[in-house]
């Protein structure tokens, strides 16, 4: 059995900074992996694959309101912090940031991060703001904590391209580092938001999966049309009439830009309300 270091809980950006410089003085790297909390084995993967990169590892759990819009999940979105506390100390993780959001956002702050009409594309459409709100909350972490590397996963396909912009056009010396989807055994992503989800809805979310495996297989088998691929992908989401798709698309994944065929790299992301959860999935062709 490998011996668990002690996890250190920091709620302060003043302690964040300190923490992280006082890794680097004694020559860590720094590895932050930042979460909102209800963390699964999609989180998991991120802290090992950070942890297996030789970083000292940094999870923050934050609930960031500035994500959400007004009629959102943000009040009820799943907290369960001693769990999350557990799952980190046994992938290795050293510390973990969780602040308040007076904290993160004083009561006079005003100053946020946008992204421009990138953060408008796919979930940016139809949750404005949203992009505006993730771009501000880790250009402040990155900020705080200056790490060597942050860890996301391509589960949030968008937020990826978000964020790669966010550090090229700010000139962060972060490296993003992606991390692959992990699934439940049928096929379903791993998502904090899978909780929400009832007996019945839970086995109607899978055709997400399935039409993502369905494009995947015919990308694999020569189709390129970029429209073929997602009235494809369509047809399998139909087959479960109760649910409310909002997007089956293939991008360029750094425009986040419909585009006519696809090729290697391309993006094919798909978003959908099951009952009142929403729900995304997403391959990389
Ligand atoms: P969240 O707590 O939902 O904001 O997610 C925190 C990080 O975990 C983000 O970078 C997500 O993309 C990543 N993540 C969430 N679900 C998964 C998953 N099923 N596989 C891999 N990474 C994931």
């Known amino acids: 059995m490998p011996v668990l270091q ?21 020559g860590r790297s720094v590895g932050l992996v930042p979460t909102m909390g209800a963390l699964h084995a999609g989180h998991h993967s991120l802290m090992e694959r950070a942890v297996a990169a030789g970083d000292s590892v940094i999870v923050s759990i934050f609930v960031n309101p500035t994500q959400f819009g007004p009629k ?17 100390r046994t992938a290795g993780v050293e510390a973990i940031f969780a602040p308040t959001v007076e904290e993160m956002y004083p009561t006079s702050a005003s100053t946020y991060v ?49 964020l790669r912009k966010l550090v090229r056009d700010m000139a962060f010396a972060t490296e993003l580092v992606v991390c692959p989807i992990v699934r439940e055994a049928d096929g379903l992503a791993l998502s904090s938001r899978n909780a929400y989800l009832s007996a019945a809805e839970r086995k109607q979310a899978l055709v997400l999966s399935q039409s993502v495996r369905r494009v995947e297989n015919l990308y694999e088998r020569g189709e390129r049309s970029a429209r073929l ?14 649910i409310d798709v909002e997007y089956a698309t293939v991008v360029d994944w750094a425009t986040l830009l419909s585009i006519d065929n696809a090729v290697p790299g391309t993006l094919f992301a798909v978003a959908a309300r099951v009952g009142t959860t929403r729900l995304i999935d997403n391959t990389i062709l």
């Open 6 to 26: 002690k996890l250190e809980t920091l709620t302060t950006i003043a302690d964040l900074r300190a923490w992280s410089r006082a890794q680097r003085s004694r």
């Open 72 to 88: 959102e999940d943000f009040a009820r979105y799943p907290r369960s912090f001693d769990a999350d506390c557990e799952l980190a």
């Open 114 to 162: 946008d992204v421009g009409t990138l953060g408008e594309q796919l979930d940016g459409l139809a949750r404005p703001g949203h992009f505006r709100g993730v771009a501000t909350i880790v250009a402040k972490l990155l900020i705080a904590a200056e790490p060597e590397h942050a860890y996301f996963g391509q589960k949030d396909a968008a937020q990826v391209s978000v």
């Open 229 to 242: 691929l997602e009235s494809a992908a369509l047809a399998v989401i139909a087959s479960e009439p109760e």
